[in-house]
T-cell receptor
Framework: NAGVTQTPKFQVLKTGQSMTLQCAQDMNHNSMYWYRQDPGMGLRLIYYSASEGTTDKGEVPNGYNVSRLNKREFSLRLESAAPSQTSVYFC???????????????FGSGTRLTVV | AQSVTQLGSHVSVSEGALVLLRCNYSSSVPPYLFWYVQYPNQGLQLLLKYTSAATLVKGINGFEAEFKKSETSFHLTKPSAHMSDAAEYFCAVSGRSYNTDKLIFGTGTRLQVFP
């Protein structure tokens, strides 16, 4: 099925370890996003990529880096994990903003990350 | 910049009663507005979206929302609640141009439905 695929689904890290969350979409969308979801705080934007080759910081970028490898893939890297990064991470993609009839974000199923 | 405020972090209704989840937005540019639903331990599913001149938007599962520019509101309603509607609901806003199309979420409203 077409959509947004995230890997892994679950991960436990020790403080200071690094890891990369992978995200791929097969809908030929231009924009891709990484969010984190914490109880009572909704989803907060970490980084986004409006098009291949561009990335920009969102609301909570500290401690994270991203790579827009190609149009399909957008990865999120934690260089030195901290307990405050325990969260559920969602990747999303969207058609171009100038296509309102098709406009709408598609979300992956999430990665539940625990940092101990 | 855009922002969203969802009034009430928890809403409880009886099965068959009206569901009303409140959302107010702030945007310096004409917005796109969305409602998403999240069931426990699952991802987000789009309920409905406002992207055009039609201010009353119908979505899936019998939900609808009305865009009211004068009130900067986009409240979600359903005439008759069903047990299966119990979930968390998120209102979100984005702009309509390059670099404003980031989706900004409210903090969510958890809907409980009692038999």
């Amino acid at each position: 099925n077409a959509g947004v695929t995230q890997t892994p689904k679950f991960q436990v890290l020790k403080t200071g370890q690094s890891m990369t969350l992978q995200c791929a979409q097969d809908m030929n969308h231009n924009s891709m996003y990484w969010y984190r979801q914490d109880p009572g705080m909704g989803l907060r934007l970490i980084y986004y990529s409006a098009s291949e080759g561009t990335t920009d910081k969102g609301e909570v970028p500290n401690g994270y880096n991203v790579s827009r490898l190609n149009k399909r893939e957008f990865s999120l890297r934690l260089e030195s994990a901290a307990p405050s990064q325990t969260s559920v991470y969602f990747c999303a993609s969207n058609v171009h903003w100038a296509e309102p009839s098709n406009y709408g974000y598609t979300f992956g199923s999430g990665t539940r990350l625990t940092v101990v | 910049a855009q922002s969203v405020t969802q009034l009430g972090s928890h809403v409880s209704v009886s099965e068959g009663a009206l569901v009303l989840l409140r959302c107010n937005y702030s945007s310096s540019v004409p917005p796109y507005l969305f409602w998403y639903v999240q069931y426990p331990n699952q991802g987000l599913q789009l309920l409905l979206k406002y992207t055009s001149a039609a201010t009353l938007v119908k979505g899936i599962n019998g939900f609808e929302a009305e865009f009211k520019k004068s009130e900067t509101s986009f409240h979600l309603t359903k005439p008759s609640a069903h047990m299966s509607d119990a979930a968390e609901y998120f209102c979100a806003v984005s702009g309509r141009s390059y670099n404003t199309d980031k989706l900004i979420f409210g903090t969510g409203t958890r809907l409980q439905v009692f038999p």
